[in-house]
């Protein structure tokens, strides 16, 4: 026989045990629907700020690296007179 001691060890950390399981899938569970929607603002949102001011430092008002369009207009010093514009 058991004695009621184990009994009572055993059924209480089986309860805590299942308890903790339950409130672990269901919060794993709310969790994954509310990052659904907060994800992309809580993970979008730094990801793009930090992208736009490494981009901002590189990229002219126009949209053009200038390195890129200086590299371009000395290849090519006849064919593209809009490249020479842009990298004047």
Same mark, same amino acid.
């Given at each position: 026989?058991?004695?009621?001691?184990?009994?009572?060890?055993?059924?209480?950390?089986?309860?805590?045990?299942?308890?903790?399981?339950?409130?672990?899938?269901?919060?794993?569970?709310?969790?994954?629907?509310?990052?659904?929607?907060?994800?992309?603002?809580?993970?979008?949102?730094?990801?793009?700020?930090?992208?736009? &001011? !490494?981009?901002? @430092?590189?990229?002219?008002?126009? =949209? #053009?690296? %200038?390195? &890129? !369009?200086?590299? @371009?207009?000395?290849?090519?010093? =006849? #064919?593209? %007179?809009?490249?020479?514009?842009?990298?004047?």
């Amino acid at each position: 026989m058991i004695s009621l001691a184990v009994e009572w060890i055993i059924a209480t950390t089986a309860a805590v045990v299942f308890a903790h399981l339950a409130i672990e899938i269901v919060g794993a569970a709310w969790l994954g629907y509310a990052l659904l929607f907060l994800l992309p603002i809580a993970g979008g949102l730094p990801i793009g700020v930090c992208q736009w &001011i !490494v981009l901002r @430092r590189r990229i002219d008002d126009n =949209g #053009l690296d %200038p390195r &890129i !369009v200086r590299d @371009r207009a000395s290849k090519t010093p =006849g #064919l593209c %007179p809009i490249l020479k514009g842009i990298a004047s």
